[in-house]
Nanobody
Framework: QVQLVESGGGLVQAGGSLRLSCAASGRTFSSYTMGWFRQAPGKEREFVAAISRTGGITYYADSVKGRFTISRDNAKNTVYLQMNSLKPEDTALYYC??????????????????????WGQGTQVTVSS
């Protein structure tokens, strides 16, 4: 079983940048597909970004495409979400998630939250206008 701990959230002004980190326990991190989701108060949790096990395939929600970048360092058991040009609409609790299987180029699987097996507790990102 993998345990995930997010960090790096905080308060930033619109247009600013922030990098989130998700540290994973366990010895099989490189075997996991990783994703980022977010949930704003009163709204449903939504997909943000995902990355394949080797980092060769990435997917992004249209709302963050071109501004956010997901990456991973399997040697450090860590996945990152670099967030640039932040907008107030990005304010949410950001969750890291892991799935044991690889999905190749099946985009439908990467964006579906119920496909992921493990979840972190979340880190808050607040963007002021």
């Amino acid at each position: 079983q993998v345990q995930l701990v997010e960090s790096g959230g905080g308060l930033v002004q619109a247009g600013g940048s922030l990098r989130l980190s998700c540290a994973a326990s366990g010895r099989t991190f490189s075997s996991y597909t990783m994703g980022w989701f977010r949930q704003a108060p009163g709204k449903e949790r939504e997909f943000v970004a995902a990355i394949s096990r080797t980092g060769g395939i990435t997917y992004y929600a249209d709302s963050v495409k071109g501004r956010f970048t997901i990456s991973r360092d399997n040697a450090k058991n860590t996945v990152y979400l670099q967030m640039n040009s932040l907008k107030p609409e990005d304010t949410a609790l950001y969750y890291c998630a892991a799935e044991r299987m690889g999905w190749g180029t099946n985009a439908v699987a990467y964006v579906a939250e119920d496909e992921y097996d493990y979840w972190g507790q979340g880190t808050q990102v607040t963007v002021s206008s």
